[in-house]
């Protein structure tokens, strides 16, 4: 079974600090993800990384940067946190582009104080 | 973008009862993908189908790409099948770039 992990399953930091989400993923996938999900606006996706130190933009990257220096593993860092990022962050990844299933982790639910 | 519909967004049943889910999207899709998200906020891919019919166990789902919608159906539904069903579409240029609808929250009673 893919078994894709979250560093956190829930996180407390204040504005302004450098918040790092850790993504791991044990299936040698391709494509990592990170999306938002907040009540009434579904999933968002955030960025997307579809080989090591590759990235690209989703649809919400704004205060938001992206690593993945190993094929396995997908960061998402706050560089300084805002209130309007507090939300539950989801990472997931596929086989191949745009042609498999994707596969979630169990979530990491922020709140910016 | 493209425009992902959802309906019912709401839907309460008795156990046992059948339900059918609509996605309606608004451009030609090459990945349509159908996941449930259970209470506790996992979200289980269930299909990958882009087009035609698949069927799992109690679930099926259709998607008719040419008129731009997908079925989800479930069958003698079951407690543990209640959560929130989301749909999720990507179109030819950008395959992996998932938009997803708001979901159809279901929950489904003794």
């Known amino acids: 079974d893919v078994k894709v992990t979250q560093s956190s399953r829930y996180l407390v930091k204040r504005t302004g600090e450098k918040v790092f989400l850790e993504c791991v993923q044990d299936m040698d996938h391709e494509n990592m993800f990170w999306y938002r999900q907040d009540p009434g606006l579904g999933l968002r996706l955030i960025y997307f990384?579809?080989?090591?130190?590759?990235?690209e933009k989703g649809d919400i990257p704004e205060g938001y940067s992206v690593s993945r220096e190993k094929k396995e593993r997908f960061s998402l860092i706050l560089e300084s946190a805002s209130t309007n990022q507090t939300s539950m962050y989801l990472c997931a990844s596929s086989f191949w582009r745009g042609r498999d299933t994707q596969y979630f982790g169990p979530g990491t639910r922020l709140t910016v104080l | 973008g493209i425009q992902v519909e959802q309906s019912p967004p709401d839907l309460i049943l008795q156990e046992g009862a059948n339900s059918t889910l609509r996605c309606n999207f608004s451009?030609?899709?090459?990945?349509l993908q159908w996941f449930h998200q259970n209470p506790w906020g996992q979200l289980i891919n269930l299909f990958y189908?882009?087009?035609g019919t698949k069927q799992n166990g109690r679930l099926s789902a259709t998607t008719v790409a040419t008129e731009r919608y997908s079925l989800l159906y479930i069958s003698s539904s079951q407690t543990t099948d209640s959560g929130v069903y989301f749909c999720a579409v990507a179109y030819t240029g950008t395959a992996s770039k998932l938009t997803f609808g708001t979901g159809t929250r279901l929950q489904v009673t003794l």
């Open positions: 451009d030609s899709v090459n990945n």
């Open positions: 990384s579809y080989d090591v130190k590759m990235k």
């Open positions: 189908i882009p087009s």
